[in-house]
């Protein structure tokens, strides 16, 4: 239990990581540290807690961390501020950090631990020290709505009503003696076993009825081997079949035929023909093995039982109805909808934003009567600053003629619009459109074997996870394959016909193109001479035959991670958080080319923006730039292509809208951007504007090239115009 009286830290950071560093350090030291990834969850927080120290990193989603601490210094709040960036700060902007904003420290990140214990201590007094809190995985025990914990437990006994595992785990929880979060936290995780052991009893129900009619083939094989030991064809297929029925029977725990399987496997190699005593021992044991692998097939087919599922119950897509007029309820329950997509609802604005801060979801269709909601503008974009990847699409669904014109709606991010007396059918069926856009920007998994079944197995699994998934069985088309699906993780196979995996690894290995792409091998050998084939072919990591489902998850996880790690290095901006030049524009251009209809790309640059940086300084400058990329990734649909076009221009691709809606939307950024303040030397505030040029296709240009040069000359031509 957290002591009452120990001294509270606040962090505002958006890094999970340093946060959780800072919670550790302070923590042991007997500080109470909270924690906001930004500066409107912080402000809630200062609201209601009195705090001895604010960390401000400042490179916040929602507004730079200067600008927030001038916020609350005119508010007059005095708490002591350290203030911490990654950029080194020059001897003005110091200046001003420290005698005009009041910060009592300004840190540069990394932070050596040790020091930076001993620094945020040397402006404090050293609270009681207790004993060090027993933290959650975020380091932190946030304050947690009942009503999500009930939503959380009510749509896992609705989606899960015959699950054992559910009946046992929920009593549990809900009985157990942890706080709000701890509880929340605990449900989150039974729901996702769940969905694992969901989509391990969908494939499994396939499995076994394959295995019905694999199992008596084996014994084919093997009888007409016994029968003449020269045929090596009948050897090479029981032999091959043996060992994929020891991985992958494994892998969806019929541990029985997986354990006969792999006996025969050892049998068969260790089998000498001309050995008759011996030969004759081993055959008899095959024949047991043979059938105990059979008696098992039945008892897990009948133990399974009625257990039926639609082939895609565990991709249905998770939908949040924001709104609490009958008409979206009924939309919401409908069969139409119910049949692809897992839905909750809720009834206000300030509960939506909460439980999508606790729980991602696929899509968030907003209707009556908060489609005319004053704060609709505002909370679109707190929506997309809570949802990191700023990529859900959002619906609007409306009773009348809305508040809000369609060029205001777009602009924050509403990718579709209909009235609340649409059929169901026509909602469901925008949901599944907008959501399949949006699987081309999730991570991207790519399973090469030839036993279909395994790669079933996995890929169900993997996509009950939010991967995007496909399957080659045909290693020898394998660059074909990845040119088309353009993976960002390859699980491969070490053992098939035609190329081995490790041949199909050197292969990809002599592309400059996919070099960098993370490969894990898959195989039943994973000693160490297993591992040093796999490192010597270029693999990155092994997964062992057979495949334990939390094991396939964290390795991917793990991968996919340090993978979108290195393509953010690689093409995104650090400063504004876009797509660099280079990357918009080869993404740009990619659409382009398969895009028949409208298509625009609208070039701008920061006004003034040498003189404001001249004037005022890098800090300045840099928060401009940061500001403007934060507000670009935060508005928009997701489809939107966004990017920074040098030092101080910026890019916007569209598609599927006029010209005349571009104009508005690009007006509306510009408005937008207009009214923030900026905090310049001496506390002067400065309005930034933006001079944009644009191009259209197929107006202007049939080609990507001349589409984009007409779109830069226009930009010089309209920068000229100005100040001249």
């Known amino acids: 239990m957290i002591a009452d009286d120990r001294p509270k830290i606040l962090i505002v950071d958006d890094d999970e990581a340093f946060r959780n560093l800072v919670v550790r350090l302070l923590s042991q030291r007997g500080f109470e540290v909270l924690e906001a990834r930004s ?36 508010r007059n709040v005095s708490v002591p501020i350290a203030f911490c960036s990654g950029i080194w700060c020059d001897q003005s902007t110091f200046n001003w950090l420290r005698n005009i904003l009041r910060v009592a420290l300004v840190l540069n990140k990394p932070i050596d631990p040790q020091l930076f214990v001993e620094v945020i201590e040397s402006v404090l007094p050293r609270p009681r020290q207790i004993a060090p809190l027993e ?20 749509q896992i006994l609705q989606k899960f009503p015959g699950s054992a595992m559910a009946k046992a785990e929920l009593d549990k929880i809900i009985n157990s003696p942890d706080t709000q979060f701890e509880s929340l936290e605990k449900l989150k995780m039974l729901r996702r076993k769940l969905e694992v052991e969901e989509a391990v009893n969908v494939a499994k129900v396939k499995y076994l009825a394959e295995l019905g009619q694999v199992w008596p083939v084996l014994t084919k094989d093997l009888r007409q081997y016994k029968e003449d030991p020269s045929n090596k064809i009948a050897y090479s297929q029981a032999l091959n079949l043996a060992h994929k029925l020891r991985g992958t029977a494994g892998s969806f725990h019929i541990h029985r035929v997986a354990h006969a399987a792999g006996k025969l496997e050892d049998m068969l190699q260790s089998l000498d023909p001309t050995d008759e005593l011996s030969s004759e021992v081993i055959w008899s044991e095959i024949f047991r093995h043979l059938s105990e692998g059979e008696i098992s097939i039945r008892e897990e087919r009948e133990a399974l039982g009625s257990f039926t599922v639609s082939e895609n119950i565990i991709q249905l897509i998770k939908v949040l109805f924001v709104g609490d007029c009958p008409s979206l309820s009924a939309m919401a329950s409908s069969e139409a909808v119910t049949g692809s997509c897992d839905c909750t609802q809720v009834p ?18 907003v209707g009556p009567p908060l489609s005319a909601h004053p704060e609709l503008m505002k909370f679109t974009q707190e929506v997309r600053i809570s949802d990191e990847n700023h990529q859900a699409p959002m619906i609007l669904v ?54 279909e079944v395994l790669t079933n197995f996995v890929g169900r699994v993997l996509k009950s996870n939010g991967y995007v998934v496909d399957a080659l069985n045909e290693p020898i088309r394998i660059m074909d394959k990845l040119a088309q699906f353009e993976p960002n993780l390859l ?37 160490q001479e297993g591992r040093a084939n796999a490192f010597r072919a270029g693999g990155d990591d092994l997964l062992s035959k057979p495949v334990l489902t939390e ?24 400063i504004s958080g876009l797509l660099n030049r280079n990357t918009f524009l080869r993404r740009s251009e990619r659409l382009f080319d398969g895009q028949s209809g409208e298509f625009a790309l609208c070039l701008f640059a920061i006004d003034n923006f040498d003189r404001i940086a001249q004037e005022h300084g890098e800090f300045v400058a840099e928060s401009v730039l940061s500001t403007m990329g934060r507000l670009m990734n935060t508005r928009f649909r997701p489809e939107v ?4 076009w040098g030092e101080k221009g910026f890019a916007l691709c569209f598609t599927e809208e006029d010209s005349v809606t571009v104009a508005l939307l690009v007006k ?14 001496d506390s002067q505030t400065l309005s930034v504007s933006f001079t944009p040029g644009f191009a259209r296709a197929p107006d202007d240009a049939v080609v990507f090239e001349q589409l984009r040069d007409i779109a830069i000359q226009r930009l010089l031509d309209s920068i000229h115009a100005r100040l001249s």
């Open 641 to 644: 292509i966004k990017g920074r």
């Open 135 to 154: 933290e959650s995985e975020s380091g932190s025990i946030p304050a947690i709505d009942k009503s999500i914990i009930q939503v959380e437990y009510e």
């Open 491 to 527: 699980i491969l196979d070490v053992i098939m016909p035609g190329l081995t995996g490790y041949d199909v690894c050197r292969l990809i290995r002599n592309d400059a193109r996919w070099r960098e792409l993370t490969v894990l091998f898959l195989t039943a050998k994973s000693n």
């Open 39 to 74: 500066t409107r969850d912080a402000n809630l927080i200062l609201s209601k807690h009195k705090l001895v120290l604010l960390i401000v990193d400042y490179k916040l989603p929602d507004v730079d961390g200067m600008t927030w601490i001038q916020q609350l210094r005119d």
């Open 348 to 365: 206000t604005l300030e509960k939506a934003l909460s439980t999508v801060r606790n729980s991602p979801f696929d899509c968030m269709v």
């Open 398 to 451: 409306t009773s009348s003629e809305s508040d809000y014109s369609e060029a205001e709606l777009k602009y924050a991010g509403f990718a579709d619009f209909l009235s609340d007396a649409s059929a169901p059918a026509l909602l469901a069926a925008s949901i599944e459109s907008l959501t399949a856009k949006r699987d081309l920007l999730k991570s991207r998994v790519l399973l090469v074997d030839d036993d």
């Open 551 to 574: 094991e396939l998850l964290a390795r991917v996880s793990t991968y996919l991670q340090v993978a979108k790690l290195k393509q953010t290095q690689a093409e995104v901006d650090p």
């Open 668 to 681: 509306q950024l510009a408005t937008e951007f207009a009214a923030i303040p900026f905090i310049g030397r």
